[in-house]
């Protein structure tokens, strides 16, 4: 993928059985591991990897409702949604940060993202088509996002668990937002809640997918807990997600599109139908229905900022220099 080559300077040099043990008793201790602390190299390209992947996420996640602020059907809705994009903007630059703090830059991993080599959640790749996605999108999506980032928030490396903890004060507005959405939309009229219902119809399967795939099939899941890095695994988050999110359909009169969705009462939780993994495997691999949009689009974006990178690296330099010669 797309970490590999960004650690140049990562060595394995010390990662003999002694010093991988020492590291594994500090994780179980629950000590924070600190950008300028040893770590083995795995541990540190995991979080390049991860930490990439997610502020990606963050940045490409804004233009799926950044294409409807225009559009939104009034000035609270309006102040509401671009206060949530421009949110979703800082989350994904506390993660470059966080990831900067392990070797990497912005640049490097803006660029990975552009040439189509670095991954960002499936989710982004679906269109927005109506009014309803805005809700659906908070309720769902971010609702997927919180009970994935909670655990984060004692992921074992700091820089990342302490952006977690503002990340998800934020996705829990957030969440509360599109669900108030969807909310107004199926107590209104028969058209607003059918908006509503279509919306849930085509939202509520790559919601679950967000998770990632089965645990058989998830190559990172066991390395990671092991490191503390994930807490939960992708199966078990989407479970939790799922039993706290179908209450949630119920009281607001929508049917989730799931015809096996049913209660378990030996598991206490809801059995679900079979996700269509050929999908996921497809959009992950860049053939969602978006996909070349959201690059575009980001592509655009990075080439118009040009311009503000190079005149504010400019005004440092000056400032360093107008330092040098007072000293
Ligand atoms: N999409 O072995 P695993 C948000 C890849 S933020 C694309 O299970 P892992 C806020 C995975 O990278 C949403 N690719 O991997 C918001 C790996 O490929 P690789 C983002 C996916 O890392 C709301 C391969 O499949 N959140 O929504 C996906 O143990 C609204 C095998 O998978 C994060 O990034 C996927 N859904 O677990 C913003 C949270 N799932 O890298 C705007 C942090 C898996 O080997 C609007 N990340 N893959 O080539 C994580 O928790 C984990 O990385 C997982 C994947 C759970 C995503």
Redesign the pocket.
């Known amino acids: 993928?797309?970490?590999q080559g960004l650690i140049g300077s990562d060595t394995s040099s010390e990662e003999t059985p002694e010093f991988l043990a020492a590291f594994q008793k500090r994780i179980d201790a629950e000590e924070k591991v600190e950008p300028n602390d040893p770590m083995p190299s795995g541990y540190r390209r995991?979080l390049v990897?991860?930490?990439g992947?997610?502020?990606?996420?963050?940045i490409?996640?804004?233009l799926?409702?950044g294409n409807w602020i225009t559009r939104a059907p009034t000035l609270r809705r309006k102040a509401a949604l671009l206060a949530?994009?421009q949110d979703?903007g800082g989350?994904?630059l506390y993660l470059y940060s966080a990831a900067e703090t392990l070797g990497v830059t912005r640049k490097q991993m803006t660029e990975e993202l552009l040439e189509g080599r670095a991954?960002?959640?499936?989710?982004?790749n679906y269109p927005t088509l109506s009014w309803a996605d805005m809700g659906t999108?908070?309720w769902l999506?971010?609702g997927?996002?919180i009970m994935?980032?909670i655990p984060?928030c004692r992921c074992s490396f700091g820089p990342y668990a302490r952006a977690m903890i503002r990340?998800c004060k934020e996705?829990s507005f957030?969440q509360r937002q599109g669900y108030e959405i969807v909310m107004k939309l199926a107590q209104g009229t028969p058209a607003q809640r059918e908006m509503a219902q279509d919306s849930l119809n085509r939202w509520w399967w790559p919601s679950i997918?967000?998770?990632?795939?089965h645990?058989s099939?998830?190559?990172?899941?066991d390395q990671?807990m092991e490191w503390k890095?994930?807490r939960f695994?992708?199966d078990e988050?989407r479970q939790k997600f799922i039993d706290a999110t179908v209450p949630q359909a119920e009281y607001l009169g929508l049917t989730l599109p799931d015809p096996d969705l049913k209660w378990n009462e030996d598991k206490g939780g809801y059995d679900h139908g079979k996700i269509d993994w050929d999908e996921?495997?497809a959009?992950?691999k860049g053939h969602g229905p978006m996909a070349r949009d959201r690059i575009r689009d980001r592509r655009k974006a990075w080439e118009d900022g040009a311009w503000v990178r190079e005149a504010a690296l400019a005004h440092a330099e000056k400032r360093q220099a107008r330092k040098v010669a007072a000293e």
């Open positions: 993928m797309y970490s995991t990897r991860q930490i992947q997610h502020a990606h996420s963050e490409v996640g804004m799926p409702e949530k994009v979703e989350h994904g991954k960002y959640s499936s989710i982004f999108i908070g999506v971010d997927a996002a994935n980032q984060l990340v996705e957030h997918m967000m998770f990632g795939p645990d099939d998830s190559q990172h899941s990671n890095i994930k695994s992708n988050l996921f495997w959009v992950v």
